[in-house]
């Protein structure tokens, strides 16, 4: 069982930065890929961008790409997502999850376990 806990969303103008950590309890951390997704309000949530196990992989949406990146600190439990030049419609609640097997996934049914998420709201 893994449990996660997001932190670090808040209210930012837009071009502004932020970058959320999901810590993950557990020791198999390090095995699991992960993946961080978003819900804006009256949509359905969607993918945001992984990594593999190791952190030598990545894989950002295309409306993400050149702003948004991920990383990861298996040390400490830890994966990142540093947001730059956010834009009114980054606004949303943004999960992390971790996916037991190693097949890169975008598909929300893929992952077994959820963070509770951590609201961002980006100001114009």
């Known amino acids: 069982q893994v449990q996660l806990v997001e932190s670090g969303g808040g209210l930012v103008q837009a071009g502004g930065s932020l970058r959320l950590s999901c810590v993950a309890s557990?020791?198999?951390?390090?095995?699991?890929?992960m993946g961080w997704f978003r819900q804006a309000p009256g949509k359905e949530r969607e993918f945001v961008g992984m990594i593999n196990w190791s952190g030598g992989m990545t894989y950002v949406a295309d409306y993400v790409k050149g702003r948004f990146t991920i990383s990861r600190d298996n040390a400490k439990n830890t994966v990142y997502l540093q947001m730059n030049s956010l834009k009114p419609e980054d606004t949303a609640v943004y999960y992390c999850a971790a996916k037991r097997s190693a097949a890169w996934s975008i598909a929300q049914n893929d992952y077994d376990y959820w963070g509770q998420g951590t609201q961002v709201t980006v100001s114009s």
């Open positions: 557990g020791r198999t951390f390090s095995s699991y890929a």
